[in-house]
């Protein structure tokens, strides 16, 4: 066999072991050292990871606008709509309007627990029943059959 068949790998083999070393022994402990300082310095990280959280700032910011948006337009229309259940609603407008016959309807009714029950109906909106004209069909009795 040829020599080169020998030394060849022994000298990859000794390059792999000595490229080893320098990291095992000298790079190694050089990255540490470079690391440590930096974890030294005053708000290093920050100053690296301030656009992602500037952004990720921004992106709350919005997302908080947006709920807080639709979280008061919600309780404003609560709101209106409680102010509509309220059965002394249409008591105090009567009341205002010197209508006394519906103030004295609405009083009655508000007594009687119908409050709530009228202020849902309104004669515009109420659905119509549809009118059924009943079949007229002749009863047939024992004799007929």
Same mark, same amino acid.
């Given at each position: 066999m040829e020599l080169a068949?020998?030394?060849?790998? *022994?000298?990859?083999?000794?390059?792999?072991? &000595? &490229?080893?070393?320098?990291?095992?022994?000298?790079?190694?402990? $050089?990255? &540490?050292? !470079? $690391?440590?300082? !930096?974890?030294?310095?005053?708000?290093?990280l920050v100053i690296r990871l301030e656009p992602v959280i500037d952004e990720i700032e921004d992106r709350?910011?919005?997302? *908080?606008?947006?709920?807080?948006?639709?979280?008061?337009?919600?309780?404003g229309k609560m709101t209106a709509s409680a102010k509509n259940l309220d059965p002394m609603n249409k008591i105090r407008k009567a009341a205002k309007d010197n209508d006394w016959t519906s103030l004295m309807v609405e009083y009655a009714?508000?007594?009687?627990? *119908?409050?709530g029950v009228l202020g849902h109906i309104n004669p515009q909106t109420a659905q119509k029943e549809p009118q059924n004209s009943p079949k007229v069909t002749q009863i047939k009795g024992i004799k007929d059959r």
């Amino acid at each position: 066999m040829e020599l080169a068949q020998f030394v060849i790998p *022994l000298f990859v083999a000794f390059e792999i072991i &000595i &490229i080893l070393a320098l990291y095992r022994f000298v790079l190694r402990d $050089w990255i &540490i050292q !470079k $690391w440590e300082q !930096k974890m030294d310095e005053e708000g290093w990280l920050v100053i690296r990871l301030e656009p992602v959280i500037d952004e990720i700032e921004d992106r709350m910011h919005e997302k *908080l606008q947006a709920f807080q948006d639709s979280f008061f337009g919600s309780v404003g229309k609560m709101t209106a709509s409680a102010k509509n259940l309220d059965p002394m609603n249409k008591i105090r407008k009567a009341a205002k309007d010197n209508d006394w016959t519906s103030l004295m309807v609405e009083y009655a009714a508000n007594k009687a627990g *119908l409050g709530g029950v009228l202020g849902h109906i309104n004669p515009q909106t109420a659905q119509k029943e549809p009118q059924n004209s009943p079949k007229v069909t002749q009863i047939k009795g024992i004799k007929d059959r």
